[in-house]
């Protein structure tokens, strides 16, 4: 005896097992885009290259190192923070040299020490001079420098 319900065409099977695959391909794609932007987006982004604006060089510039405070925002994967930081500007040879107030020993803040003339870090005894090299103590660089450009009398630094 023939079988009373016969098995739909081949055609018509094929075309729904392609309809399910491309709905799951479509909602595979829909899902996908997103997550992959999400992770792929820190590497993309350009992060803080750009300069920041300290003041007039005319009132930062001194005989003596001046501790200047600014703020800038730090990036780190998704997460952006407002930070306060701080540098000492000097003059070299009448130009401005902004330095950081970090001890590149153990990363300790320096500070200016008058009665010395020279920076001081009271962590260890790091001991740098006016243009931040090394004159004593265990810090195995001078003080990092500041890329710094003077447009008109504003003096900005660049943060990366």
Known sequence: M????????????RFLSLLAA???AAIALILGIPAVAYIVSPVRRKGNDRWILLGS???LMGSQPRRV????????????????????????DGAPVVLSPVCTHMGCNVAWAVEEGRFRCP??????????RVVGGPPPRPLQRYPVRVTGDDLEIHIV
Do not use: L, M, N, W
């Open 123 to 132: 962590c260890h005894g790091g001991r740098f001079d006016a243009a931040g």
């Open 57 to 59: 060089v005319k009132d």
């Open 2 to 13: 023939p079988d009373p319900s016969p098995s739909p065409p081949a055609s018509r099977r």
């Open 22 to 24: 491309g709905a799951q």
């Open 69 to 92: 405070e600014f703020t800038h925002e730090e990036e780190s994967g998704y997460t952006v923070r407002t930070v306060r930081t701080a540098a000492f500007i000097v003059s070299e």
